[in-house]
């Protein structure tokens, strides 16, 4: 099993969707390899998962694994603040004489 499990709830195909799945793509490849699960959720072709998961606006990432549960409304741009609110931990590039 992955260490984190999150969904991604858009509306549509339109640019504001794509740029919130490029994001969180580009952020779990780089902070957290290969150990997520990321599921990508049409509100439009599933509306049923996105009123369980009770999201009210898209783009919206909801973490599942691990808890707390933890949602982000948003284009997921500010890379520095979903890795925080997902607590994922950055590691300083620089290197510790």
Known sequence: MKDYVLQLFVTGKTS???????NIRRI???H???DY???IVDVLESPQLAEDQKVLATPTLV??????????VG???????V???????????????
């Open 37 to 39: 699960k990321l599921t």
């Open 28 to 30: 779990c490849s780089e």
């Open 16 to 22: 504001r969707s794509q740029r919130a799945i490029d």
């Open 83 to 97: 890795t925080a609110a997902l607590d994922i931990r950055v590691e300083n590039q620089e290197a510790n004489p």
């Open 75 to 81: 284009d997921l741009s500010a890379a520095d603040v």
């Open 63 to 72: 973490k599942l694994m691990p808890p707390p549960v933890r949602r982000i």
């Open 32 to 34: 957290l390899g290969f």
